[in-house]
């Protein structure tokens, strides 16, 4: 029996793929895991063979638009092209209905500057850009109370000043935390 997980992940020398055996995720995923799959039926077989052909696909992907587009960028146009979580959410996506890693940076101008057509195509049409100011690609008007809790639920707890060697990154959070609760109601 073997117990695994296979992450990938968008780094600043370009994509790769990092085995790992352990049951729990990163810090920087606020520790929480949505998705669990197996091989053990056929649903989760198709789940698992769509994740690895979009990892393929969007390891192709990157590697072209790195050259077409992203030269002129320091560190293979790491932000640009997406940051770690960008790329985990386009595989999550491709295997689930919602994709949970969040925020996402990839640069919009990509959606029309881009000509790839491949699978990840619609992919990237229904991922929000977190990046952008609200009510534009994938962000309509009113949802800049979602932007900031998939933002601050994407970063490892504990939210606390004491935990937290940024003062300024704090005053960022802290802001957000009191713009998220006072939109919700609370």
């Known amino acids: 029996l073997i117990n695994g997980r296979v992450a990938f992940y968008l780094g600043i020398s370009g994509a790769g793929f990092f085995p790992t055996f352990d049951e729990q995720r990163p810090p920087w995923t606020g520790f929480t895991s949505h998705y669990q799959v197996s091989d ?5 077989k198709r789940r ?8 393929e696909t969007y390891l192709q992907r990157n590697q072209e638009e790195f ?15 997406g940051i770690c979580n960008d790329a985990s959410a386009v595989i ?12 996402l940076f990839r640069s919009p101008e990509l959606l029309t500057k881009s000509h790839r057509d491949d ?9 929000p850009y977190d990046s952008l100011p609200i009510g534009t690609v ?33 005053s960022h959070i802290d802001a957000a935390k009191l713009i998220y609760g006072s939109r919700r109601g609370q």
């Open 67 to 81: 050259v077409e587009f992203a030269r002129k960028y320091g560190n293979d146009g790491y932000g640009y092209l």
């Open 40 to 44: 053990a039926d056929e649903a989760g």
């Open 92 to 103: 999550e996506r491709a295997m689930f209905p919602v994709s949970t890693f969040y925020p």
């Open 138 to 170: 994938g962000v309509g008007p009113g949802d800049a109370t979602a932007v900031l809790g998939r933002i601050l639920k994407m970063n490892a707890p504990p939210l606390d000043g004491r935990y937290r060697w940024d003062a300024e990154f704090q």
């Open 48 to 55: 698992l063979r769509a994740g690895t052909e979009a990892a």
């Open 119 to 127: 699978s990840l195509n619609e992919i990237f049409k229904v991922l």
